[in-house]
Structure formats: C-alpha cells, structure tokens
C-alpha cells in the first residue's frame, strides 16, 4: 500500500514540479504560476535518500546547480542570470535582507550539493576527489579567515565572494564537515 502510495506521490511531483524545457525542478507552482527561477531549494530532490526523480533528472538538477549557483563558498540563493539577482550582501539592513534570498551564497548548502554530486556519480573515487577539492576554499576559510574555527553566514555571490553576516554559522561548519567526512570515507 505505501508503495504504491510512494510512487504515485513521485509521479505527482515530477508532474508538478519538473521544468522539462530548464531540465530543473521549478522552484515555486501554485495554481496560476509556475517560478522557473534557479534555486539551489532543488539540490535537496536528489539528495535525500529517496528522490522522486529518476537519475537522469537527478543528473540534470546537479548539472544545473553546479552551472549556475555553484561557488568556492556554497550554493547561490539565486542565479546570477535572474534578473531578481542581487550579487552583494552590502548596505545596511534592508538591503541586506534584500540581497538575502537572491543571490547571496550560503555555505551550509555544500552539504546537501556535495551529497547530490556524489550520489548521481555513485560515489567513485573520482567524484569524492572533485567534491573534497571544492571544499578546500571554505575548510581554509575554516582554519585561516574571519573567525578562525568557524564559517561565515553568507558570502556575496559575486566574486570574489566576500563574507559577510554572523562571523560564525554553527550549521555551516557542520554542514561543510559533513560533506568533509562523505568525500573522505
């Protein structure tokens, strides 16, 4: 019975939300609007540990992610091609919250992004070597910048990707060394 549930709720999803002409998962859909933005909210379909995406999808969705809002520091809010996209945490505090939420690059984001990565390249030693590469700007952000031991809350999202909010994030230090331990077991 949850089988059959368990498909038809998959089937139901990518339906809905599967952009067929973007190869990615629209970000938003209600009855009148479907949100084509590209949002790293995406990345968690293939991550988890039962998509409703079959791996081509899943494929697509990384390969649009890594395109479009991959970083040294983490994932984009927004792609730079929006044109909702806001590429410096600057200003005070409403530009900021502005900024936020569209194009800002959150670091504890590389979890969930480096898991997706490694799963659609089933784990090969290669894909664990590229992954553990992408970590070395933020593991030395992590022990060399800012707050020594820990990991900004956001980054710009233009380069060169400048920290900014709290000086120490707790679930992006966990998040990174999360990622840390799959590209290194």
Known sequence: RFGN??????ESFCRC?????GRYLYDCITNEYKDASVRPNQIFAVSLPFSPLDLEKQKNIVACVEENLLTPYGLRTLAPGDS???GLYRGGPNERDKAYHQGTVWPWLIGAFTEA?????????????IAADRLEPLLDHFSNSGCIGSIS???????PHQPGGAFAQAWSVAEV???YLMTHS
Do not use: P
Request: hydrophobic residues 40%; glycine residues 2%; aromatic residues 18%.
């Open 17 to 21: 939300f599967w952009y067929s002409q």
């Open 177 to 179: 060394l999360r990622a």
């Open 5 to 10: 549930l368990a498909a038809r709720i998959a």
């Open 84 to 86: 909702k996209y806001i």
């Open 117 to 129: 990565y490694l799963k659609v390249n089933n784990y090969s030693k290669q894909s664990k070597k």
């Open 153 to 159: 809350e956001v980054f710009d999202g233009d380069e």
